[in-house]
């Protein structure tokens, strides 16, 4: 079976520090990778996909990045944090194109 | 471009009643539907996924059917429980572009005793 894990669970940021955090999934080869950003009482919005290592196409950048540098790991980044950037971050894999996405525990940022 | 109309906001219940949760899309072609369910503080779950071949998925007793020709895929449920108090978005995503799931704007049902 398949399982994805994220980190760190929760983190509590200042404004204008760096972030980076992880997803990774295991069992499951050559998955096609996402990032999603939840603001609280907010909707999901796509960032990032992923269909191969070393592949990131931007859906919404948010000032912010992302990097596959292995089968099974995501990375979402960025320089210079924004209160705006506060909220939740899922990860999510999908076995190919057009179907379901499964989605990871997530990491709640706090910026202050 | 490709995206679904959802009821949005709050919806609040009585245990027991009917549970009924509307979705349209628009698309070029023929899309996938998918409903998914996010209780409090947890990520969402995939709770329903449409068919091609009409055939009705089911889910913790919660329904939905595909109907091509009114671009719909509503989620129903015959009676309400306490439990099913959660964030309910209706996703679209077309079959072979491997990136965007486009989410409706959510719906938040709260059933009460």
């Known amino acids: 079976a398949q399982t994805i894990h994220q980190w760190p669970v929760a983190e509590i940021k200042a404004v204008g520090s760096p972030l980076s955090l992880g997803c990774t999934i295991k069992g499951k080869s050559s998955p096609n990778l996402y990032w999603y950003w939840q603001a609280t009482g907010g909707t999901l919005q796509q960032l990032f996909y992923?269909?191969?290592?070393?592949?990131v196409e931007s859906v919404v950048q948010l000032n912010l990045s992302a990097s596959r540098p292995k089968d099974d790991q995501f990375i979402l980044s960025t320089e210079k944090l924004l209160l705006s950037h506060s909220g939740f971050y899922l990860c999510?894999?999908?076995?190919?194109?057009?179907?379901?996405?499964?989605f990871g525990p997530g990491t709640r940022l706090t910026v202050l | 471009g490709d995206s679904v109309t959802q009821t949005e906001g709050l919806v609040t219940l009585t245990e027991g009643l009917p549970v009924m949760l509307n979705c349209t899309y628009q698309s070029t072609y023929s899309p996938f539907l998918f409903w998914y369910v996010q209780h409090l503080n947890e990520a969402p779950k995939l709770l329903l996924k449409s068919f091609t071949d009409n055939k009705r998925p089911e889910h913790q007793g919660f329904h939905a059917t595909l109907h091509k020709s009114s671009s719909s895929f509503h989620l129903q449920k015959s009676s309400a429980q306490l439990s099913d108090s959660a964030l309910y978005y209706c996703a679209l995503s077309l079959q072979g572009t491997g990136s965007k799931l486009s989410f409706g704007k959510g719906a938040k049902l709260t059933v009460s005793p």
């Open positions: 999510a894999w999908s076995p190919g194109g057009g179907y379901e996405q499964y």
């Open positions: 992923s269909i191969t290592v070393g592949q």
